[in-house]
């Protein structure tokens, strides 16, 4: 099924250029990007530069680009943590017509390497932290990066001069500026609406990063999408508004966010780098648009909880009374506001400081969020929160759910006004857009906001576009009642057992993820086996409780995963949670792996989108998945002769 072709949303520029050069027209005195300075080791509160200030830096720094050599339509890559030098490095690559290839912070070496080479970066832009892990990549492609390495921040002197001893020109931040500053130049070519701003490299769960060409067109169309559903709801953000930057500026999701809010003339406050400190900088910018991906709001779902469980029989009664009660009217219809002033009042209240106290709209997306948590976060965060949908290659808002309607918990929404939606049916799972009870299919995406292509992949380009011009993303979607698509299934992550069933096994995992006593889960199995396994990263707070109330002197989070006990209790509990979920038999976990270390983007388990890297984890877990199924076949009772 399709939507007939329609006019879109616009902000009314052609290019992210005029869209900068609108806001400081209109908002030149306004503060514009923001961080903190640290003294004696302690981190100062926010400082602006306004929008005029970051107007002159930007036009300092572009000059400086042209006067290194580079040219309209030239790549730039781009790493570190978010940052003020990081956001105005890419406006000053809008302004002069350059392309900007961001990478992803912990990348590794090799990754840095490929992208720098496939995408051809003329000039690197890094955090001085970074610097080292550039500089091995840069050894290998010094007949690519002609333009030099250019660093923000403190960076290592043996680093700096290795590069320059190699032929390299090394400059700091400061001295970019000042290099500008003296000879400032116009652009030789202003960008067109389909001139590329990015090329932003997917990671992916397998293989080399896959180059997504985004234009100024695409990330426009998507704001102007944003903007239109934001009024549509009655939550106008503005120039007052203030965004705290903490995830990756690699990313689109986040690069949306950034621009969003600077064609509000809105303020941009940047994180000190470090997640652990996160929680002070909220508390030091206090933001009024919070964005997140799940593991964010997961934290503080379970920080919350934990506290609760812990508090007095009188704490866990109010907290329960004030969440059923609020519950209750927000199901009725009641907005976040209107549902239980007294269950605010008593208890919500004080769990809203988490977030600063006065954020006004709460943004969930890089992965489904459990409707759990989704509730939760509802009726606990006294905001709208809404739960959005997108891949890079469509610029990350395509859907986002009505934080209105209780009724969407659970779904992703209705398409943006810039997004056309098909659902193509997948007659192998069981899927198809002809169902009357229950629509199904493929999600395919048509509109401006959809990338141009893959970077040098001319045919895996044809093979994710239809003839209609749809991008099929790949992820499997049921349209609800209301108009909402629901998130079911990814087409690709589905296999054989040996008996001939098909598992969906995201479908299995996000049943499990249900299970208070999972924190992380990874389900495997292959054509050659008729049941499937797991490798587990149990709640260690759950183990640490469960070995207390076993009276296991054991204490540590890493021996008891190591228990018999505890693994049949861990299997034990998903089986309890599987049965609620009525999965069949087949999609049950036959027997599981415990592992106390967290699957993360560090030890490269997962993609900085926070998905599973299925190879990586096969690779590492290889050994233990051939135990376990030795194990179930020993387990197995032979035949009588």
Not at 345 to 358: C, M, N, S, T, Y
Not at 402 to 411: A, I
Request: glycine residues 8%; proline residues 5%.
């Amino acid at each position: 099924m399709s939507s007939p072709k329609h006019e879109f949303p616009s902000l009314g520029h052609e290019t992210l250029v005029d869209m900068f050069e609108n806001s400081v027209k209109l908002y030149g005195n306004r503060p514009c990007l923001g961080y903190r300075r640290i003294q004696n080791g302690e981190a100062q509160p926010f400082e602006f530069m306004t929008y005029y200030e970051v107007s002159q830096v930007i036009s300092a720094v572009g000059s400086a680009f042209h006067g290194l050599g580079l040219r309209p339509r030239d790549r730039i890559g781009v790493i570190g943590s978010n940052s003020p030098q990081w956001m105005m490095a890419m406006q000053a690559m809008n302004r002069m017509n350059l392309v900007c290839v961001p990478l992803y912070d912990t990348l590794g070496e090799t990754a840095v390497n490929f992208i720098i080479n496939h995408a051809e970066t003329k000039l690197v832009v890094s955090s001085g932290v970074k610097l080292p892990t550039v500089a091995k990549a840069l050894l290998k492609s010094k007949s690519v990066v002609t333009s030099g390495v250019v660093y923000w921040g403190t960076a290592p002197e043996e680093t700096i001069q290795l590069l320059e001893s190699e032929g390299f020109t090394v400059l700091s931040w400061e001295q970019l500026v000042v290099r500008g500053s003296e000879c400032r130049v116009e652009p030789e070519s202003r960008p067109q609406p389909e001139d590329l701003c990015t090329i932003m490299y997917t990671s992916g769960t397998t293989g080399d990063p896959k180059g997504v060409m985004i234009s100024h067109r695409a990330v426009l169309s998507t704001i102007a999408g944003l903007v239109a559903y934001l009024e549509q709801l009655g939550e106008k953000m503005d120039c007052n508004d203030v965004f705290l930057s903490f995830l990756p500026l690699a990313h689109i999701f986040d690069r949306v966010a950034e621009e969003l809010m600077l064609s509000l003339g809105g303020s941009i406050g940047y994180y000190q780098g470090d997640v652990k400190k996160l929680v002070d900088d909220i508390a030091a910018l206090r933001p009024t648009l919070f964005a997140g991906v799940p593991r964010v709001f997961e934290r503080i779902y379970n920080g919350v909880m934990e506290k609760v469980h812990k508090g007095s029989f009188f704490t866990q009664m109010a907290f329960n009374w004030a969440f059923g009660r609020k519950q209750y009217y927000m199901k009725e219809g009641w907005r976040h506001n209107q549902a239980s002033t007294i269950s605010d009042l008593l208890v919500f209240d004080k769990i809203k400081q988490r977030l600063g106290g006065r954020v006004r709209v709460i943004v969930c997306g890089g992965a489904p969020l459990s409707p759990a948590i989704e509730e939760f976060l509802k009726i606990a965060m006294c905001a709208p929160v809404v739960q959005g949908y997108g891949l890079t290659e469509t610029c990350a808002g395509s859907f986002i759910s009505d934080p209105f309607k209780f009724e969407h918990t659970g779904t992703v929404g209705a398409p943006l006004g810039h997004t056309e939606l098909r659902l193509e049916a997948v007659p192998e799972m069981g899927y198809s857009p002809a169902d009357a009870s229950a629509p199904a299919g493929e999600i395919c995406i048509r509109g401006p906001g959809v990338f141009t292509s893959y970077y040098k992949n001319e045919e895996m380009s044809k093979e994710c576009f239809d003839s209609d011009g749809f991008f099929h993303t790949g992820d499997v979607g049921i349209l609800t009642a209301d108009g909402a698509i629901k998130i079911v299934d990814r087409k690709k992550n589905i296999f054989k057992l040996s008996h001939g069933e098909y598992i969906a096994v995201e479908k299995v995992e996000n049943v499990f993820k249900h299970c208070a006593a999972v924190d992380q889960i990874w389900v495997y199995g292959n054509s050659m086996e008729s049941m499937l396994v797991a490798v587990v990263v149990p709640s260690e707070g759950h183990a640490l409780k469960w070995a207390a109330d076993s009276n296991i002197p054991q204490t540590d989070f890493k021996e008891v995963c190591s228990l018999v006990a505890f693994n049949k209790y861990i299997l034990d509990q998903l089986r309890i949670t599987g049965k609620a979920a009525k999965l069949l038999g087949f999609e049950e976990v036959k027997a599981v792996h415990l592992e106390a270390e967290q699957f993360s983007i560090e030890n490269d388990l997962m993609t900085p989108k926070f998905s599973l890297k299925r190879v990586q984890l096969f690779k590492r877990y290889n050994k233990e998945i051939d135990k376990m199924y030795d194990m179930l076949k020993q387990s197995v009772p032979k035949a009588s002769k």
